[in-house]
C-alpha cells in the first residue's frame, strides 16, 4: 500500500510533476480523504497546462497522463462528495478533451452520475512508478565541469599562483612599485 508521504517527497523535488498530484490523489481517494484527492487531481490538471496530454516517457515512467483521465477522476472524486451536478459538468467538460472524440467511456459515466453511481478513478497502471533510467542513475556521480579555478588577474607581477585562498602576505622586496605608479 502507497501512502501520500511518498508521493509528497516527490512531489517537493517537482511540484510541477502532474503525475504526481495524480497518483497522491488516487491514493487520497483510496484513503477516503476526499478533499485532499479533489485538491490533488485539480493541480494534477492545472500543471498539465492545457495540454491533452503528457508523456513521461522521457523521464523513466512509461505512462502517458491524459487530461480527460484526471477530469474523470475529478469527477469520481465529486461523486463521493455527494457533488453530481459538479461531476456531470466536469466529465462534459473532459468530452472535450478526449483524444478524436471517443467518448464512449465518458458517456457511459455521464449516465452512472445521473443515476448517482460512483465512478472508479483512472489511475496509472500498478507497478508504473515513476524510476529513472538505469544509465542516468549511473551517471550521478559529480562532475567537474569547470575544471581547477583560475586566477585570472592580480595585482601583483609575475604572480604564478594559480587558485583561490584568503590574502597571502607579501614578501619583502618582491612587490616594488614604480616611481610612476607612486606618483
Not at 8 to 24: C, H, M, P
Not at 78 to 105: D, F, G, N, S, Y
Not at 106 to 112: F, I
Request: negative net charge; aromatic residues 12%; hydrophobic residues 40%.
Amino acid at each position: 500500500c502507497f501512502s501520500p508521504q511518498a508521493f509528497n517527497k516527490t512531489i517537493e523535488k517537482d511540484n510541477s510533476l502532474a503525475v504526481g498530484y495524480f497518483q497522491r490523489g488516487f491514493v487520497h481517494l483510496q484513503l477516503e480523504m476526499y478533499e485532499e484527492a479533489l485538491s490533488d487531481y485539480h493541480l494534477a490538471f492545472s500543471h498539465l497546462r492545457e495540454n491533452p496530454f503528457i508523456d513521461y516517457k522521457q523521464l523513466g515512467l512509461r505512462h502517458i497522463l491524459y487530461a480527460w483521465e484526471v477530469l474523470y477522476s475529478t469527477a469520481a472524486v465529486q461523486c463521493h462528495l455527494q457533488q453530481w451536478q459538479e461531476a456531470r459538468v466536469t466529465l462534459e467538460k473532459a468530452v472535450v478533451w478526449r483524444p478524436e472524440r471517443r467518448t464512449a467511456i465518458l458517456e457511459l459515466a455521464l449516465e452512472r452520475v445521473q443515476d448517482h453511481l460512483f465512478l472508479e478513478p483512472m489511475l496509472v497502471p500498478l507497478g508504473e512508478l515513476f524510476r529513472p533510467r538505469k544509465k542516468e542513475v549511473e551517471q550521478l556521480d559529480s562532475k567537474d565541469f569547470l575544471g581547477k579555478p583560475k586566477v585570472i588577474s592580480s595585482i601583483i607581477p609575475n604572480d604564478e599562483y594559480i587558485g583561490f585562498e584568503p590574502l597571502r602576505p607579501q614578501k619583502q622586496g618582491f612587490y616594488e612599485p614604480s616611481a610612476n605608479a607612486l606618483r
